[in-house]
Protein backbone atom coordinates (compact mmCIF):
# COMPACT_ATOMS: atom_id res chain seq x y z
CA UNK A 1 0.00 0.00 0.00
CA UNK A 2 1.24 3.77 -0.66
CA UNK A 3 2.52 5.22 2.71
CA UNK A 4 0.19 8.07 1.10
CA UNK A 5 -2.91 6.26 1.93
CA UNK A 6 -4.24 6.19 5.27
CA UNK A 7 -4.21 2.93 6.97
CA UNK A 8 -7.14 0.75 6.18
CA UNK A 9 -9.18 -1.00 9.13
CA UNK A 10 -12.22 -3.56 7.54
CA UNK A 11 -13.18 -6.54 8.98
CA UNK A 12 -16.61 -8.89 8.58
CA UNK A 13 -17.08 -10.51 11.85
CA UNK A 14 -19.63 -13.50 11.16
CA UNK A 15 -21.41 -14.56 14.23
CA UNK A 16 -22.84 -17.61 15.12
CA UNK A 17 -26.50 -15.88 15.42
CA UNK A 18 -28.71 -13.13 14.93
CA UNK A 19 -28.72 -12.28 18.87
CA UNK A 20 -24.92 -12.83 19.16
CA UNK A 21 -24.27 -10.23 16.24
CA UNK A 22 -26.61 -7.85 18.13
CA UNK A 23 -24.09 -8.42 21.07
CA UNK A 24 -21.64 -7.90 19.04
CA UNK A 25 -22.80 -4.53 17.54
CA UNK A 26 -23.79 -3.27 21.02
CA UNK A 27 -20.43 -4.24 22.57
CA UNK A 28 -18.29 -2.04 19.95
CA UNK A 29 -20.94 0.72 21.47
CA UNK A 30 -20.10 0.25 24.54
CA UNK A 31 -16.34 -0.21 24.20
CA UNK A 32 -16.39 3.16 22.73
CA UNK A 33 -18.53 4.84 25.63
CA UNK A 34 -16.14 3.42 28.05
CA UNK A 35 -13.20 4.37 26.65
CA UNK A 36 -14.72 8.12 25.95
CA UNK A 37 -17.56 9.01 27.81
CA UNK A 38 -18.32 12.14 25.87
CA UNK A 39 -18.01 10.24 22.39
CA UNK A 40 -20.57 11.75 19.63
CA UNK A 41 -22.66 8.29 18.27
CA UNK A 42 -24.49 8.04 14.68
CA UNK A 43 -27.18 5.98 15.49
CA UNK A 44 -29.54 4.14 12.87
CA UNK A 45 -33.28 2.59 13.12
CA UNK A 46 -34.69 -0.67 11.96
CA UNK A 47 -35.69 -3.87 12.93
CA UNK A 48 -32.05 -4.90 12.93
CA UNK A 49 -31.21 -2.49 16.12
CA UNK A 50 -33.52 -3.35 18.00
CA UNK A 51 -31.58 -5.86 19.59
CA UNK A 52 -28.35 -4.06 19.72
CA UNK A 53 -30.14 -1.18 21.63
CA UNK A 54 -31.92 -3.72 23.93
CA UNK A 55 -28.11 -5.32 24.83
CA UNK A 56 -27.38 -1.61 25.57
CA UNK A 57 -30.16 -0.55 28.06
CA UNK A 58 -29.40 -4.03 29.88
CA UNK A 59 -25.81 -2.82 30.27
CA UNK A 60 -26.74 0.83 30.88
CA UNK A 61 -29.04 -0.86 34.01
CA UNK A 62 -25.68 -2.69 35.41
CA UNK A 63 -23.74 0.40 35.45
CA UNK A 64 -21.39 -1.20 32.86
CA UNK A 65 -22.41 1.94 30.44
CA UNK A 66 -23.15 5.47 30.73
CA UNK A 67 -24.68 7.76 27.86
CA UNK A 68 -24.79 10.85 30.58
CA UNK A 69 -21.83 12.48 28.49
CA UNK A 70 -22.63 11.07 25.40
CA UNK A 71 -24.09 13.02 21.87
CA UNK A 72 -25.87 10.93 19.34
CA UNK A 73 -26.76 11.66 15.76
CA UNK A 74 -29.29 10.00 14.18
CA UNK A 75 -29.31 9.16 10.43
CA UNK A 76 -32.32 10.19 9.17
CA UNK A 77 -36.18 10.35 9.51
CA UNK A 78 -39.66 10.22 7.37
CA UNK A 79 -41.38 13.46 6.07
CA UNK A 80 -44.68 13.98 6.84
CA UNK A 81 -44.66 12.67 10.34
CA UNK A 82 -44.90 14.35 13.71
CA UNK A 83 -42.66 13.15 15.98
CA UNK A 84 -45.16 11.59 18.51
CA UNK A 85 -46.04 9.45 15.72
CA UNK A 86 -45.39 5.79 16.48
CA UNK A 87 -43.85 4.89 13.26
CA UNK A 88 -41.60 8.16 13.28
CA UNK A 89 -37.51 7.12 14.10
CA UNK A 90 -37.67 9.65 17.21
CA UNK A 91 -40.51 7.74 18.79
CA UNK A 92 -38.62 4.36 17.85
CA UNK A 93 -35.73 5.84 19.43
CA UNK A 94 -37.33 6.62 22.73
CA UNK A 95 -39.08 3.35 22.77
CA UNK A 96 -35.83 1.26 22.32
CA UNK A 97 -33.12 3.68 23.88
CA UNK A 98 -33.74 6.95 24.97
CA UNK A 99 -36.71 6.26 27.31
CA UNK A 100 -34.29 3.71 29.06
CA UNK A 101 -30.88 5.27 29.23
CA UNK A 102 -28.98 8.37 30.84
CA UNK A 103 -28.52 10.03 27.76
CA UNK A 104 -29.17 13.52 28.14
CA UNK A 105 -32.16 14.44 25.95
CA UNK A 106 -30.86 17.62 24.51
CA UNK A 107 -28.03 15.40 23.29
CA UNK A 108 -29.52 13.21 20.97
CA UNK A 109 -30.55 14.56 18.05
CA UNK A 110 -32.21 13.69 14.66
CA UNK A 111 -33.16 15.05 11.62
CA UNK A 112 -36.39 17.26 11.27
CA UNK A 113 -38.64 15.71 8.68
CA UNK A 114 -40.80 18.23 9.07
CA UNK A 115 -38.01 21.21 8.57
CA UNK A 116 -36.73 20.24 5.07
CA UNK A 117 -34.56 23.55 5.45
CA UNK A 118 -32.84 22.27 8.29
CA UNK A 119 -30.52 20.26 6.84
CA UNK A 120 -27.62 22.24 6.65
CA UNK A 121 -28.21 23.15 10.53
CA UNK A 122 -27.89 19.17 10.93
CA UNK A 123 -24.37 18.73 9.14
CA UNK A 124 -23.25 21.88 11.44
CA UNK A 125 -24.76 20.15 14.72
CA UNK A 126 -22.39 17.16 13.75
CA UNK A 127 -19.43 19.25 12.51
CA UNK A 128 -20.09 21.32 16.56
CA UNK A 129 -19.90 18.50 18.40
CA UNK A 130 -16.53 16.92 16.75
CA UNK A 131 -17.52 14.74 14.15
CA UNK A 132 -18.99 11.20 14.66
CA UNK A 133 -16.98 8.65 16.51
CA UNK A 134 -18.90 5.57 15.72
CA UNK A 135 -21.57 5.30 12.93
CA UNK A 136 -23.71 2.41 13.14
CA UNK A 137 -25.59 1.39 10.44
CA UNK A 138 -28.22 -1.28 8.82
CA UNK A 139 -28.35 -1.83 5.32
CA UNK A 140 -31.77 -1.96 3.06
CA UNK A 141 -32.67 -5.63 0.82
CA UNK A 142 -31.51 -2.71 -2.07
CA UNK A 143 -28.02 -1.54 -0.58
CA UNK A 144 -29.79 1.62 0.90
CA UNK A 145 -27.34 2.94 3.82
CA UNK A 146 -29.80 5.59 6.05
CA UNK A 147 -32.28 6.75 3.52
CA UNK A 148 -29.41 6.69 0.69
CA UNK A 149 -31.41 4.79 -2.09
CA UNK A 150 -29.29 3.54 -5.12
CA UNK A 151 -28.29 6.02 -7.22
CA UNK A 152 -27.53 8.25 -4.40
CA UNK A 153 -23.65 10.27 -5.43
CA UNK A 154 -20.63 9.95 -2.49
CA UNK A 155 -20.40 12.97 -2.09
CA UNK A 156 -24.27 13.58 -1.02
CA UNK A 157 -25.13 15.22 2.09
CA UNK A 158 -28.03 15.22 4.76
CA UNK A 159 -30.97 16.33 2.23
CA UNK A 160 -34.81 15.52 1.55
CA UNK A 161 -34.83 12.12 -0.45
CA UNK A 162 -37.63 10.15 -2.24
CA UNK A 163 -37.77 6.58 -0.80
CA UNK A 164 -37.72 3.81 -3.14
CA UNK A 165 -40.88 1.53 -3.61
CA UNK A 166 -38.90 -1.43 -2.30
CA UNK A 167 -38.25 1.01 0.94
CA UNK A 168 -41.25 1.55 1.23
CA UNK A 169 -42.70 -2.01 1.19
CA UNK A 170 -40.16 -3.14 3.78
CA UNK A 171 -41.10 -0.38 5.76
CA UNK A 172 -44.90 -0.97 5.92
CA UNK A 173 -45.18 -2.88 8.53
CA UNK A 174 -44.37 -0.31 11.19
CA UNK A 175 -47.49 1.80 9.64
CA UNK A 176 -50.51 -0.48 11.15
CA UNK A 177 -54.14 0.09 10.14
CA UNK A 178 -52.62 0.54 6.20
CA UNK A 179 -51.54 4.19 7.34
CA UNK A 180 -49.40 4.75 3.92
CA UNK A 181 -45.73 5.18 4.39
CA UNK A 182 -44.47 8.56 3.63
CA UNK A 183 -42.74 8.76 0.17
CA UNK A 184 -40.10 11.66 1.38
CA UNK A 185 -37.67 11.38 3.97
CA UNK A 186 -34.52 13.52 5.41
CA UNK A 187 -31.20 11.91 5.47
CA UNK A 188 -27.68 11.80 6.18
CA UNK A 189 -25.59 11.35 3.25
CA UNK A 190 -22.86 9.24 2.10
CA UNK A 191 -20.59 12.15 2.10
CA UNK A 192 -21.43 13.14 6.00
CA UNK A 193 -21.98 9.35 6.96
CA UNK A 194 -18.32 8.65 5.20
CA UNK A 195 -17.02 11.28 7.61
CA UNK A 196 -17.56 9.32 10.77
CA UNK A 197 -14.33 8.19 12.27
CA UNK A 198 -15.70 4.72 12.61
CA UNK A 199 -18.61 2.63 10.83
CA UNK A 200 -19.90 -0.56 12.18
CA UNK A 201 -22.57 -2.65 9.64
CA UNK A 202 -24.70 -4.83 11.30
CA UNK A 203 -26.56 -6.80 8.61
CA UNK A 204 -28.57 -9.82 9.61
CA UNK A 205 -31.00 -12.24 8.22
CA UNK A 206 -30.94 -14.04 4.20
CA UNK A 207 -33.17 -10.83 3.07
CA UNK A 208 -29.44 -9.25 3.60
CA UNK A 209 -27.62 -11.42 1.66
CA UNK A 210 -27.28 -10.38 -1.67
CA UNK A 211 -27.26 -6.95 -1.14
CA UNK A 212 -23.84 -7.36 1.42
CA UNK A 213 -22.25 -9.53 -0.74
CA UNK A 214 -22.85 -6.94 -3.90
CA UNK A 215 -21.99 -3.85 -1.53
CA UNK A 216 -18.80 -5.67 -0.66
CA UNK A 217 -17.59 -7.85 -3.53
CA UNK A 218 -19.46 -6.00 -6.29
CA UNK A 219 -18.25 -2.69 -7.89
CA UNK A 220 -18.25 0.23 -5.68
CA UNK A 221 -20.47 2.75 -6.87
CA UNK A 222 -24.08 4.54 -6.45
CA UNK A 223 -25.97 1.12 -7.66
CA UNK A 224 -25.23 -0.07 -4.55
CA UNK A 225 -24.76 2.72 -1.59
CA UNK A 226 -22.88 0.76 1.30
CA UNK A 227 -20.12 -0.19 -1.40
CA UNK A 228 -18.95 3.21 -0.76
CA UNK A 229 -18.28 2.36 2.77
CA UNK A 230 -15.02 0.00 0.93
CA UNK A 231 -13.83 3.49 0.60
CA UNK A 232 -13.82 4.44 4.61
CA UNK A 233 -10.41 3.62 6.82
CA UNK A 234 -12.21 1.94 9.36
CA UNK A 235 -15.41 -0.35 8.37
CA UNK A 236 -16.48 -3.30 10.92
CA UNK A 237 -19.27 -5.16 9.36
CA UNK A 238 -20.94 -7.22 11.52
CA UNK A 239 -23.18 -10.24 10.36
CA UNK A 240 -24.95 -13.72 10.95
CA UNK A 241 -24.51 -16.62 9.05
CA UNK A 242 -27.42 -15.80 7.06
CA UNK A 243 -26.66 -12.54 5.58
CA UNK A 244 -23.33 -13.89 4.98
CA UNK A 245 -24.16 -16.82 3.41
CA UNK A 246 -23.13 -15.92 -0.64
CA UNK A 247 -20.12 -14.14 0.68
CA UNK A 248 -16.67 -15.48 -0.70
CA UNK A 249 -15.02 -17.49 2.29
CA UNK A 250 -11.92 -15.79 3.47
CA UNK A 251 -8.70 -17.90 2.29
CA UNK A 252 -6.61 -19.45 5.32
CA UNK A 253 -3.70 -16.35 4.64
CA UNK A 254 -6.51 -13.98 5.46
CA UNK A 255 -7.99 -15.06 8.07
CA UNK A 256 -3.97 -15.34 9.54
CA UNK A 257 -3.54 -11.96 8.93
CA UNK A 258 -7.47 -10.67 9.82
C1 LIG B 1 -34.52 1.70 7.06
C2 LIG B 1 -33.59 2.73 7.64
C3 LIG B 1 -32.18 2.24 7.59
C4 LIG B 1 -32.16 0.78 8.00
C5 LIG B 1 -32.83 -0.05 6.96
C6 LIG B 1 -32.94 -1.52 7.29
O1 LIG B 1 -35.64 2.10 6.54
N1 LIG B 1 -33.68 4.05 7.13
O2 LIG B 1 -31.37 3.06 8.41
O3 LIG B 1 -30.82 0.36 8.10
O4 LIG B 1 -34.08 0.48 6.61
O5 LIG B 1 -33.94 -1.74 8.23
P1 LIG B 1 -34.22 -3.12 8.94
O6 LIG B 1 -33.18 -3.28 9.99
O7 LIG B 1 -35.60 -2.99 9.51
O8 LIG B 1 -34.12 -4.18 7.90
Redesign the pocket.
Known sequence: MSPALPARRHAVLVKPSVAAAEQEAASLIAQLLVAGPNAVLGL??????IGVYEELVRRCERGDVSFARAQSFN??EYCGLPAEHPAS?AAYMDRHLFGAVDIDPARAHLPDGNAPDGARAYEDAIAAAGGIDLQL?????NG????NEPGSDRDTRTRIVDLAQE?RK??APDFPDGLPVPDR?I?MGIATIMKARRIVLLAT?A??AEALADALEGAVGKHNPASFLRLHPDVTIVCDPEAAHTLTPPTEMEKRHG
Open positions: ATGRSMLDFLGIGRHIGFTANATGAK
